[in-house]
Structures are given as C-alpha cells and as structure tokens.
C-alpha cells in the first residue's frame, strides 16, 4: 500500500516536473536532396507501409512495420532509380540517432534496382508504437547479421557526397 | 717555378675565400641571433601529430587554419586574466592542466562568485569533438568558447571589452597582427586563437596508449579491467562484463554520445531536453572521454561522485530508471535474470586498474601547454 502511494505520488512529480516536454520528435532529411523533409508520424501515414521481420537483441523474430527508407529519399529528390548511376554512386545516406550515433548505407544499398533487401524506416514494432527507448523511428534492415546499422531514435537523414 | 707559382696563388684564393665564408657565417650567426630576440614566435601552420588509430575524422574550420603564431598567441590568451571582468579568471582557472584540464571541483566559481550549473570538462583531444558541453549545445570550439568568456557567472567580460583590454597591452597588438595580418583585435579573433591552441592538446601517450602501440604490458589487474571495460556482460555464457566501451569505446576512449545514465529518475538538471523539450532528451548529457579520467574528479555533469569507485558502483549497482534512461543500461546484468551489473568488489578495482591505464602524464607535464607566463619565471631562476 505504502509502495503503491510513493509510486503514485512520484508519478504525479514527474507530470509536475516536466510540463515543458511538449516536442514530438522529427527526422530531417537533408544534404543531396532537391526538396528538404521534415518526417513526422502524419507524413509517414500517407505513405505504404511495409513490413520486415528480423531478430532483436532478444533473439526472437520480431515484425517491424514501416516505410520503404528510398521511397522516403524518393520523395527528397534523392538520385534513386534510373539517376543511380555515375558519380551519383558516390552517394551516402547518413543517419543520425538522438544519442549522436551515425551510421550510413551507400545508396545503391537502398535501391531496389540494385538489391531485394528491404530497408525500413520503422515506427511500429509487433503492431505496436516502437518503445522510447528505440523509436519512435528506427532503421530496420532486413537480414542483417548484426543490429549495429538498425540505429534507433533516428532524428536525422543526410546524404552526402563523399569527398 | 711555374707550378710554385700556381700553387701559391692557388693558397691566396683559397685563403681570401675562406675568409669570406668565415666572416659570411659569423653574420649568419648575428642575423639569426638577433631575429631570435625580436621576434621569437614560430611562424608557419602547426604540425598536428596523433596515432593512426585515432582516425582522421578532425574538425578546423576553414576559416581557422591552425598556425604556430595562432597557437602561441592562443595559449597567452589561454592563461589571460585580462579576459575576466575582475581580472582574476582565465580558462586555466577552471580548466588546469595538472588535473587533466578540470579544477577539482564539482562546481567552478565565476566572477560573480556564483558557481556554473554543471561541472568543468576536461580538454583533451578536442580536434576530434563536434559537439561541445555537457549538453551538446555547442557546434566546434569557436562557438563554445564564448560562453565561458562572456557569461555573467563565469569570466563575465563581453568580448568587446576583452578586445579593448588587450588593445591596452604592449604585447597583444603585435602578436594579433602575427597571426591575423593586422593589429585588430576583435573578439573572433580571441576565440579562434583560444580554439587553436585547444585544438594542440593532443593526449595520446598514456599507458593505454603505450599498449596499443605495443610498447607496455599491462599488469594482470589492467588487463582484467580491461576485458571488463570492453565486454558486455553474457552470464549465459559464463562471459563477465561492465560494458563501459559500447559508450567509451575505440583508442580515444570517447565516441560523442550522449545518454541518460540512470543518476536520477527525475533529474534537477534536464540536460539536452532543455532545448529539445523531448521527452527521450530529459536527464541526457554528453558522454565525456574517459582520457585522464583518474585526475577529473569529481565526476558527471554535476560533480556528484567524489571517486573512480563510486563511479563504478553506480554503474554497476544503481542505476535508477526513468523514461529517459539509455536501453544500453536497462536490465543489462551479470546474473541470470538480475536487475544490475553486480560486478564483484575484485571486479570493481580491475576496472579501476584500467581506468588508471588511461592517465597520460605526457600530457599533463608537456611544458608546450603549460602556462606560458610561469614557464618564463620558472628559467629566470
């Protein structure tokens, strides 16, 4: 009972302690772009989800549902496609966590043209919103041996040339 | 009678020759000797030396090319009391290089005697920071170091009255027009002269470093720490470990990240989420380097722990859970099914043992940091 009245009371402390915490987290996507994105969960509805199924940490299969990372690129004017040629090949799609964690994929790695490996920006894992911990966005890509590129708490998008 | 001849005239050439080359090199000699005295400031860009294995991911602005002349001139201003509104203060008062470049306080006095919100940061390695504070907030040395010049509970001084200060000075114009051209002094030119000279406290020679290099063998202790420091911990496989390199990883012992690590579940200071105003971003500071960390204390953003080892208890055993709190420290545990590390006491001083690995006193006694004024009084005697 006493336990039960310090979580209620610590619960109610928190609420007071942080009225300021209104932000809902973005991602911007940036660099080689024609148009520049601001992602947000109403921007990710318009677009078709796709699901990917792969194992977490746990070791257990999980199914992740999101959307395609290059129809997001697509969209940002991103040289996918047929453009994917050249110098364009150059190219890299840097992702940047809330934590400062990078990492990055060549674009030939997110074109379909290029490979059936499936590559999502995830907001929902097993039907659920993503944990805060890893979302509310996280990269998700399909068999993958290791977890290290599926970055969680994505908050950035750029894509570079490299020098 | 011909070739006497010969030969003598040959001698005389020689001679005169001779003769000049001596007189030729005496003044060499002079010339030098008297550029020395007026102007004893290398000049030319500065040789930034650092192991391969630290990478080449550096940041200099374009626009702040390091120099000899800039980095001289910068560690002046470094140890330049002018710079404080009193007088009293420079960066060296909060940032000394026997302690790594920190103080020795949780929290560091200002002008105003009131302490800053959160503890003074070692400098080390910085060329390859991107991101400066506790909170992240700074992007590169010449935007962070406005901040502790010009806020009112630190050196309190504008920048404006810095430049006229030094304006005042016998020496400074001609150093600024060493490094900059012309005799102007201007406040960007103050903080891109400091950011040079942090920018050349390059710590790469601690024992840790030495291993690396193949040039010591760490003690049994060490070694353990080490395996410690770097393994996470897998108590179905029987493999122990307090994870420390996942956030503290690679040769610099610093990966520019930035977690809530469970010191509170409802923090004083908000930290990122100050100005982020996310949820995930409350509690979240900047994961400092671990270089030199046995002469940092106290440690964490508020100076809270007095010592490496209730550094490593925290870590181990109480870490408290909030929203925030990084998922690289929730439920990772040395037990079956346990809560928290549980690192055992012997455990504990292995890490320690390391961590102590990483104190590189190259560094702290390089008399190329140090403060230019006193290294002067110090030959007088």
Known sequence: MKKHLIIACLALLSFTAIPFITQAQTIKVSGEVTTPLTIDAAYLQKLAPTTVTRKDRDGKDHTYTGVILAEILKNAGVTLGPELKGENLTKYLQVEASDGYQVIFALAELDKSFTDRTIILADKVDGQPLAPGDGPYRIIVQDEKKPARCIKQVTAMQVHFVK | ?381
């Open chain 2, 1 to 381: 009678m011909n070739t006497g001849k010969k030969q003598n005239l040959f001698a005389k050439v020689w001679l005169k020759k001779s003769h000049t080359l001596l007189v030729l090199f005496i003044f060499m000699i002079l010339l030098s000797g008297l550029s020395f005295t007026s102007n004893p400031v290398e000049t030319g860009p500065y040789n930034l030396v650092y192991p391969a294995n630290f990478g080449n991911r550096i940041s200099i602005p374009a626009d702040n090319p390091t120099t000899k002349q800039g980095v001289y001139l910068g560690r002046m201003l470094f140890y330049e009391t002018r710079l404080s509104a009193n007088n009293t203060l420079s960066c060296n008062s909060c940032h000394q290089q026997n302690k790594a470049f920190t103080d020795g306080l949780a929290l560091s006095k200002g002008v105003d005697g009131v302490l800053t919100p959160r503890n003074s940061m070692s400098l080390a390695n910085l060329l390859w920071a991107r991101k400066f504070f506790w909170d992240g907030r700074a992007n590169g040395l010449e935007e962070q170091a406005v901040t502790p010049l010009t806020n009112p509970h630190e050196m309190g001084q504008s920048l404006a009255i810095s430049a006229q200060k030094l304006s005042k000075t016998a020496t400074y114009p001609t150093l600024f027009k060493l490094v900059y051209g012309d005799e102007h002094i201007t406040g960007d030119r103050i903080v891109k002269a400091i950011s040079q000279f942090e920018r050349t406290l390059i710590s790469a020679n601690s024992r840790y470093d030495q291993y690396q290099r193949g040039a010591y063998k760490p003690t049994d202790d060490e070694l353990k720490g080490m395996e410690l420091f770097n393994n996470g911990p897998q108590p179905e496989k029987g493999i122990r470990g307090a994870n420390c390199g996942h956030c503290h990883g690679g040769p610099k012992t610093y990966m520019e990240l930035f977690h809530n690590n469970g010191l509170d579940s409802l923090p004083k200071d908000s930290g990122i989420a100050s100005f982020t105003h996310l949820q995930t971003d409350q509690g979240r500071f900047k994961v400092p380097t671990l270089r030199n960390i046995a002469l940092t204390a106290p440690y964490m953003h508020d100076g809270r722990f007095k010592t490496l080892a209730e550094v490593v208890d925290h870590y181990s055993d109480h870490i408290l859970e909030s929203a925030s709190l990084s998922t690289f420290l929730r439920g990772e545990s040395n037990e079956v099914g346990g809560k928290s590390l549980k690192l055992l006491p012997i455990e504990k001083k292995q890490i320690i043992a390391f961590l102590n690995m990483l104190t590189d006193s190259t560094f702290i006694n390089n008399p190329e940091f140090a403060d230019p004024n006193s290294l002067t009084a110090k030959t007088k005697h």
